[in-house]
């Protein structure tokens, strides 16, 4: 991705914003600021509303949280570096719990890991490139006057 880290990371850790770009989610709201300790809800396309915590934030380089399922918990770390190509994501899944449960859940999510993230590769490289055209729209009308 083409866009400066602190642009990508606030709009990374934006909860409200993830099932814009995560496949697997209907929605998903956080009830405090994004930090660690922090706690949210997510809910899958065929599930209820599961429970999920932040626990590590580091500003413009990564975060993690768990999600709480019926006897089992989603452990993601999701981690960001800037190369000179552009910045690269890196998500991570770990699944604790008894084996046999939502294991249908976590293939899917495994599955549509890769999609989701050119989704949010294309949401963001677009938002960008739009405020950077409205931005130069306006700066051209002003001299024009």
């Not at 600021?33 to 997510?42: H, L, M, N, R």
């Not at 209820?48 to 580091?58: A, D, K, M, Q, T």
């Not at 989704?119 to 130069?136: D, G, V």
């Amino acid at each position: 991705m083409n866009i400066p880290i602190d642009s990508f990371f606030s709009k990374w850790t934006d909860v409200s914003f993830w099932n814009a770009w995560d496949i697997n989610l209907r929605s998903a709201w956080l009830h405090d600021a994004f930090d660690k300790g922090s706690q949210g809800k997510v809910m899958f396309e065929a599930h209820n509303r599961c429970p999920f915590e932040i626990n590590w934030v580091s500003p413009n380089y990564g975060y993690a949280f768990q999600i709480k399922l019926f006897l089992a918990t989603l452990h993601f770390r999701r981690l960001v570096e800037v190369t000179e190509t552009g910045i690269c994501v890196i998500h991570e899944l770990r699944y604790s719990g008894v084996p046999m449960f939502n294991n249908r859940l976590l293939k899917k999510i495994v599955r549509n890991n890769h999609q989701s993230l050119i989704r949010l590769k294309c949401l963001l490289e677009e938002e960008h490139f739009r405020n950077k055209i409205s931005y130069i729209g306006n700066t051209i009308t002003a001299k024009a006057s």
